[in-house]
């Protein structure tokens, strides 16, 4: 814990250093999409994609897991994706699964072989994705072009970044 302490200490400091902008602006941050993958601590948005402070809206929870919409029950997925979808109308949603999930692993647990979790974990992508384009705000969205969704696979052993190619039904090199 120290260390973190100690870093975030220093934060400023060492932005400065590296010349990142903090976004310390009024505005609010018209982050360019919206990420969502597991909590997984091997897995940095920001540092896959280069983000800076302000590019990417995050929602982070155990397995990436998108719950079923439902009226009755209004989760923090859901809000959290209301508000990157309606008020900040993000143009672009990221569904990062990856590879050695905790969540994915013990749904397929028995079998170890790599390429059945690796399917798991992109099968599990994909199944975050549907989920979120059947959300009241997301598919009106889809509906108008106005929003693309893109199911992507970070394979943590190489560093790999895969996509999802529909066209192919295949996760394939970015
Ligand atoms: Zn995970």
Redesign the pocket.
């Known amino acids: 814990m120290q260390y973190l302490i100690d870093q975030a200490r220093v934060f400023r400091a060492r932005a400065a250093a590296h010349g990142l902008d903090l976004g310390l602006q009024a505005e609010p941050a018209r982050p360019r999409a919206l990420f969502v993958s597991?909590s997984?601590a091997r897995l940095v948005p920001a540092l896959l994609t280069g983000s800076r402070p302000g590019d990417l809206f995050e929602l982070r929870t155990y397995?990436g897991l998108i719950p079923d919409f439902s009226p009755d029950e209004v989760t923090g997925e859901a809000r959290t994706v209301e508000y990157a979808v309606r008020d900040l109308s993000v143009r672009d949603v990221i569904v990062c699964g990856?590879s050695r999930?905790?969540?994915v692993d013990a749904a397929v647990s028995g079998y170890d072989e790599p390429t059945l979790t690796t399917a798991g974990g992109q099968w599990h992508a994909l199944a975050q994705l549907d989920r979120l384009s059947a959300y009241p705000c997301v598919a009106p969205r889809l509906a108008d072009s106005s929003l693309r969704l893109h199911a992507w696979f970070y394979e943590t052993d190489t560093g790999a970044v895969l996509c999802h190619d529909p066209r192919a039904s295949a996760f394939l090199p970015l």
Request: with cysteine; charged share 15%.
């Open positions: 597991c997984d397995g990856h999930c905790g969540l």
